[in-house]
């Protein structure tokens, strides 16, 4: 048998094979992020927060509400999408 058709035995079988975008499972993979996304673990985990831009005292159960309210009633705060991403590292270390 000659050498390229070897390597190219070799590297067919290396190519990890491709996910049908309708069968994939978003953030499956256990690495940990702070990307806001509906269906991101650390956004669906309940935390009580308080809104830092609301006068009003309302209490959210999760950060995607949170993040849903800042992107909705707040878009023209600066940088509320970081203030929401830090808190999701937040959660991520433990201390929230």
């Given at each position: 048998m000659s050498t390229t058709i070897k390597n190219k035995r070799v590297r067919e079988n290396s190519v990890p094979k491709k996910i049908a975008f309708q069968d994939r499972i978003p953030f499956s993979n256990n690495k940990k992020s702070n990307l806001?996304?509906?269906h991101n673990p650390i956004y669906q985990r309940e935390v009580r927060i308080r809104c830092k831009y609301c006068n009003?005292?309302?209490?959210f159960d999760g950060l995607w509400q949170y993040y849903k309210h800042c992107n909705h009633n707040h878009e023209t705060e600066t940088k509320y999408k970081e203030h929401v991403m830090s808190l999701a590292d937040l959660v991520i270390g433990g201390t929230l």
């Amino acid at each position: 048998m000659s050498t390229t058709i070897k390597n190219k035995r070799v590297r067919e079988n290396s190519v990890p094979k491709k996910i049908a975008f309708q069968d994939r499972i978003p953030f499956s993979n256990n690495k940990k992020s702070n990307l806001p996304s509906s269906h991101n673990p650390i956004y669906q985990r309940e935390v009580r927060i308080r809104c830092k831009y609301c006068n009003r005292s309302r209490i959210f159960d999760g950060l995607w509400q949170y993040y849903k309210h800042c992107n909705h009633n707040h878009e023209t705060e600066t940088k509320y999408k970081e203030h929401v991403m830090s808190l999701a590292d937040l959660v991520i270390g433990g201390t929230l």
